[in-house]
């Protein structure tokens, strides 16, 4: 198993000019090392739209690389966007998922039928051109160039510790979500 | 049973008198008739979702992005897309227009399905102006629904009401 922020630390040491749409615990460790929010669009309780979102970011903006860093429990309220996807099949989406078997913003508590599944399955299934699973962090870090330079759509699913986080749903901590669409917004003309 | 006579060549028109570029939608009975007309429009690019709330995320994104969509679903899926309108529409002051086919408009007043009863007491709630396009004569509402959403950076609706019962 990784740590988090290891795993995320690899993901913004590649992201060159890429789009980034971080949710849930992801969100949070993302915005502490990111060294660049200017194309970053975070958001909070979103009920898993954040896939959805940075598919549109993809759609519109094909020349750039966008990065989803998604949660378990997050894509899971929103799994048929996996499908969405995978029938639109952007070369340039990456959906990173941090697959941690619980809901780290609300307490821990297990995702259903956590570890009964799998997210690389899934994307496989839905029409994503690869799916990836890693939970040893050397191992991701020797693969990353691999995946970031596969065609997407991709998803590349993070075994990770748990850790907790009841500042993600917070307000009031960094930009708001409308203000980071735009930022992003403007810094995309 | 009133004869309604909404043609896609009039709201297609609207669509690209406005530019736009994607159209994010949910086919649903009432606007069903726009697939083929959308389809042979080259300048309009289909994003079918699977779910009525991934279609105002995946919009805000095309829209951050730079382009410009319209979401077309039922009034079912706009109950349905609550959350998604709150957090993606009103709190980015997202100038969305929303084309929702308005199922259980019946035009006369008895209105025995709740979807139709509960559609513009749900806009209302959410303070979201919308405009009835019944009609082809009505077309051009939708682009004073576009006019209205820039004005107000908020999102916009158009109830398609074309399927009396």
Known sequence: MMNQKDALTLIEKIRGDAIVVPTMTGRTTWTEISTDDSVEIPLRGAMGKAASVALGVAIAQPNRKVIIIDGDGSLLMNLGTTVTIGGKKPANLYHFVIDNGVYGVTGGQPIPNANGFSFKGIAESSGYTAGFEFNDLEDFATSLDQVMSTQGPVLISLKVVTELDDSAMTLGTGKSVGQSFQDAKKNLE | ?165
């Open chain 2, 1 to 165: 049973m009133l004869e309604a006579s909404l043609t896609p060549a009039g709201i297609i028109g609207e669509l690209n008198k406005n530019n736009i570029t994607h159209v994010v939608w949910l086919p649903d009975s009432e606007t069903n008739f726009l697939f083929e007309g959308m389809m042979a429009d080259d300048s309009l690019e289909l994003v079918p979702v699977c779910r009525e709330g991934e279609s105002m995320a995946v919009a805000a994104g095309i829209w951050v992005g730079g382009k410009r969509p319209v979401v077309l679903i039922q009034n079912t899926g706009m109950f349905e897309s609550g959350d998604s309108i709150r957090g993606l529409g009103l709190d980015i002051d997202f100038p969305m227009v929303m084309m929702v086919g308005y199922r259980g408009w019946t035009r006369h007043g008895h209105t025995p399905d709740s979807a139709g009863r509960f559609t513009e007491k749900i806009l209302d709630a959410w303070n979201i102006d919308y405009f009835l396009v019944e009609t082809d004569s009505d077309v051009s509402r939708i682009s004073d629904a576009f006019a209205l959403a820039e004005k107000t950076q908020k999102p916009v609706a158009c109830l398609m009401g074309a399927e009396y019962v």
